[in-house]
Nanobody
């Protein structure tokens, strides 16, 4: 599975962005997927995850109520809708496949990352 993340950019605090993660491969619909982020000088951290069907979704406490993860298996694409963005959301966002929930070590496939910058 190859993953391509897109949709990052510069936005003011309180604004919104939608990230996309396009996947290649016929087995996309069988994988759990997730979003992770890494801010400068910090470790990569869990943001949100979704199971293969979209029926189970998981969020980090820091984004709960502001971010929504979804997927469209027909389009081999996963999304992260980010609302009410804060400067502390600034990071490179990575999509990943093959894992479950927040267990970062279980994810086998990673995209290249897309930069989100939130100005105050």
């Amino acid at each position: 599975v190859q993953l391509q993340a897109s949709g990052g950019g510069l936005v003011q605090a309180g604004g919104s962005l939608r990230l996309s993660c396009a996947a290649s491969g016929r087995t996309f619909s069988s994988y759990g997927m997730g979003w992770f982020r890494q801010a400068p000088g910090k470790e990569r951290e869990f943001v949100a995850a979704i199971n293969w069907s979209g029926g189970n979704r998981y969020y980090a406490d820091s984004v709960k109520g502001r971010f929504t993860i979804s997927r469209d298996n027909a389009k081999n694409t996963m999304y992260l809708q980010m609302n009410s963005l804060k400067p502390e959301d600034t990071a490179v966002y990575y999509c990943a496949a093959g894992g479950r929930a927040q267990r970062i070590s279980e994810y086998d496939y990673w995209g290249q990352g897309t930069l989100v910058t939130v100005s105050s």
